[in-house]
Structure formats: structure tokens, C-alpha cells
């Protein structure tokens, strides 16, 4: 018993300890969706929040920003930042936004991550997309700022921005950067096939999606406070023409639609 309360004793502490610690919501965003992630962040978290800006700002029309973006991918010639008004040094969690493009981080974020190391800094992602992303430029974060601690992130697509303020509390409440009460999720079921209304669920959500998504295989489902959530395996085709397997995400809520929230590859 003595133990259980040392125990919980430390735990409270830790927790009371990453409600004080300074926080900055850092980003970059290119069409505003990341900005409304961003600041609905900066909201919940009461904290300071900065926007990352471009000496020669991108044109804001996706095929000549995907061209350029391109070109100093292969080139390596990442794009000049203005310099940043907050001092890093002061914060102890930064909350770092940014669009996915080409599968992962905006790249005025790979200029940040090279002229800033974050040492002892801990990084919590957070990104837009249109299918899916955060857990590969999580993965590539990791590798280049090996200094500093990479926590889960939040990711959310561009079709479902609506949904951002109630996702973001739970994603804040359930990491313990603010206090608040949540209706905890269950685990999704085991994978089983698909049946014929599984199927039709899955058209459904992701059937209006610009690229095809594959087949469905297997699926789990859970209940949340909001409807049912599903978790789907998938069989596709691949970017790059071999064949290969995702998970998809599709939530579908009491009177709406259903809707695949991410893809993840």
C-alpha cells in the first residue's frame, strides 16, 4: 500500500509538472488549415503560438507549390526562413504544425530542423493532409532532431477541420497537456474480414477521396462517445506500383456520413 501511494504521489506530480511547463505552438501553413489547427491549439493550451514564414513565400496555388517544392527536394536547396521572433531556449514543449507534402513535413520545417537542433526540447507534431502523414513526418523528425524528445502527434485531415476543436481537446487532455475529463476509448475488436455492410462503409468514406484507396480486408471496430470507429486493413496498389498494405481510419457518427479520418502507411 505504502508503494501504490509513492507511486501515485509521483505520478500526480509528473503530470502537475507538464501543466506548468512553458509551451509554443511553432508552424508553418500554407493554405490556413494548419493555421486553424494551430490556433485552436494555441487556445486550449493558453500558450504562446508563432507562425513560420518564408523569405520567398510560396504562391498558395498547389501545382506551382508542388513544383518548386520538388525542385528543392532533388536539390537539396531548402527554402530561406525570416528569423523567428520567439526564443526557443525560453520553452520547454514546443507544438510543431506544419501541411504534409510528399508523404511527410512541409519543407520550410526541413530548413527549421536544420538550423535548429531542439536540444532537451520535447516536440509534439501536429499536421494537416489530405489522407495521411503524421506518422511518417514523425518518423523523419525523429531522425533529425535526435537531440530532442518526439512525442505522439495530432493529425488531422483538411476535409474534416471542422472536427478540430473537439479532437484536440482529447488529444490534449488524454496526453496530459491540460486538465480536463474525457470518456476514455476502448481498444478496437480483433481484425476480422470484412462483411458486405463493412464494405459499403468504407465506399462510402472514401469512395469521393481524388486517388484510389484500395480494398479492405480486415476490420476492427470500437464504440466512441460519438458513434462507432473503424479500423480497416487495406490492400492497394501502392504510389509507386507495387502492391502493399495500409490502415485506414473511418468514423462514422450518429446522423453523418461516414468519414475516413487518416491513412496510415
Given amino acids: 500500500m505504502k508503494r501504490l501511494l509513492v507511486s501515485i504521489v509521483i ?10 511547463q512553458k509551451k509554443l505552438v511553432l508552424y508553418y501553413s500554407e493554405t490556413g488549415t494548419t493555421k486553424t489547427v494551430a490556433e485552436e ?39 530561406e526562413l525570416k528569423p523567428l521572433k520567439s526564443k526557443l531556449t525560453n520553452y520547454d514543449v514546443i507544438f510543431l504544425g506544419y501541411p504534409i ?12 530542423v536544420k538550423n535548429n537542433d531542439f536540444a532537451g526540447k520535447t516536440i509534439v507534431p501536429f499536421c494537416t493532409f489530405g489522407s495521411g502523414g503524421l506518422n511518417t513526418s514523425a518518423d523523419a523528425l ?9 512525442k505522439e502527434g495530432y493529425g488531422l485531415r ?33 481484425q476480422k ?20 484507396l484500395g480494398t479492405p480486408s480486415t476490420v476492427g471496430s ?5 458513434g462507432t470507429e473503424y479500423k480497416f486493413t487495406v490492400k492497394s496498389n501502392g504510389f ?3 502492391g502493399g498494405e495500409s490502415i485506414i481510419y473511418v468514423v462514422v457518427e450518429a446522423g453523418a456520413k461516414p468519414e475516413f479520418t487518416q491513412v496510415v502507411r
Fill in 101 to 112: 507534402w510528399f508523404g511527410t513535413y512541409a519543407n520550410p520545417i526541413a530548413t527549421l
Fill in 11 to 20: 505520478m500526480a506530480t509528473s503530470i502537475a509538472s507538464i501543466y506548468a
Fill in 193 to 212: 474480414p470484412v462483411t458486405d455492410a463493412e464494405k459499403t462503409i468504407f465506399n462510402d468514406a472514401c469512395s469521393s477521396y481524388q486517388f484510389p
Fill in 142 to 150: 525523429k531522425k533529425a532532431l535526435p537531440k530532442a524528445t518526439i
Fill in 240 to 242: 509507386g506500383g507495387g
Fill in 41 to 79: 491549439l494555441q487556445k486550449q493550451l493558453s500558450a504562446d503560438i508563432e507562425v513560420i514564414e518564408c523569405v520567398k513565400p510560396y504562391s498558395g496555388n498547389f501545382n506551382e507549390t508542388m513544383q518548386r517544392g520538388q525542385r528543392e527536394m532533388q536539390s537539396g536547396e531548402w527554402p
Fill in 222 to 226: 470500437r464504440k466512441t462517445p460519438d
Fill in 158 to 190: 483538411t476535409a474534416r477541420v471542422a472536427a478540430a476543436a473537439k479532437e484536440i481537446k482529447r488529444f490534449l487532455v488524454e496526453n496530459h497537456f491540460v486538465q480536463g475529463t474525457i470518456t476514455p476509448l476502448p481498444a478496437f475488436s480483433a
